[in-house]
């Protein structure tokens, strides 16, 4: 099966700087990335996705970035703020049965 | 929408015993999911269903079981409770495939002594 691998296992940024979390995965046939937030006692939220037929997608301060050819996408934060402090999972799937997820990131935010 | 709920919040079993954790959606989603997550570690899917009267094993299957009677309804079963069943459980639903991701309850934490 899939095996998604995540780094790194924590990241302490300053307030404002930005956050780059990287994942690879192993399946060739996976064409759909999701990345998740989960916040302390809640179950994770989705954030940002991406399909494998498109390389960028951005959504405000929040960007995915896919590179099919080497296996591994990336989430990256823009002006971190502290209320980014969660812990962040990537995924990976090819048919929406089976999701796959990354060991998960720690983000801490500094005020 | 509620969206996904789960119950209970919270749980302590005795070696041996067993439990139904419940998930229930309201968003008419065909696809349902249950997961494990242990102590700093990602989730691992245990079952998930494609519809009604239509479950699949994930990737850490034993010792548990499901079934899918209707669309909204999608319980876990543990029979046998063991020490290595402690952990976060989280039930989650999607469109399915070609649609969009999956949507998680707020889960189950579980302690099995």
């Known amino acids: 099966g899939e095996n998604v691998e995540q780094h790194p296992s924590t990241l302490s940024v300053q307030e404002g700087d930005s956050a780059v979390i990287k994942c690879t995965y192993s399946?060739?046939?996976?064409?759909?990335f999701p990345w998740y937030k989960q916040e302390l006692g809640k179950g994770p939220q989705l954030i940002i996705d991406i399909r494998s037929n498109v390389g960028e997608k951005k959504d405000q301060r929040i960007a995915v970035t896919l590179n099919k050819t080497a296996k591994h996408f990336s989430l990256h934060i823009t002006e971190t703020q502290p209320e980014d402090s969660a812990v962040y999972f990537c995924?990976?799937?090819?048919?929406?049965?089976?999701?796959?997820f990354g060991s998960g990131t720690k983000l801490n935010v500094k005020p | 929408n509620a969206g996904v709920t789960q119950t209970p919040k919270f749980r302590i079993l005795k070696i041996g015993q067993s439990m139904t954790l419940q998930c229930t959606q309201d968003?008419?989603?065909?696809?349902m999911y249950w997961y494990r997550q242990d102590p700093g570690m990602g989730l691992k899917l245990i079952y998930y269903?494609?519809?009604?009267?239509?479950?699949d094993k994930g990737e850490v299957p034993n010792g548990y079981n499901v079934s899918r009677s209707t669309t909204e309804d999608f319980p876990l079963r543990l029979e046998l409770a063991a020490p290595s069943q402690t952990s976060v459980y989280f039930c989650a639903s999607s469109r399915g495939q070609g649609g969009d991701t999956q949507y998680f309850g707020p889960g189950t934490r579980l302690t099995v002594l």
């Open positions: 968003m008419n989603h065909n696809y």
């Open positions: 995924a990976a799937t090819y048919n929406f049965n089976k999701f796959y």
């Open positions: 269903s494609v519809g009604a009267g239509i479950t």
């Open positions: 399946d060739s046939a996976s064409n759909y």
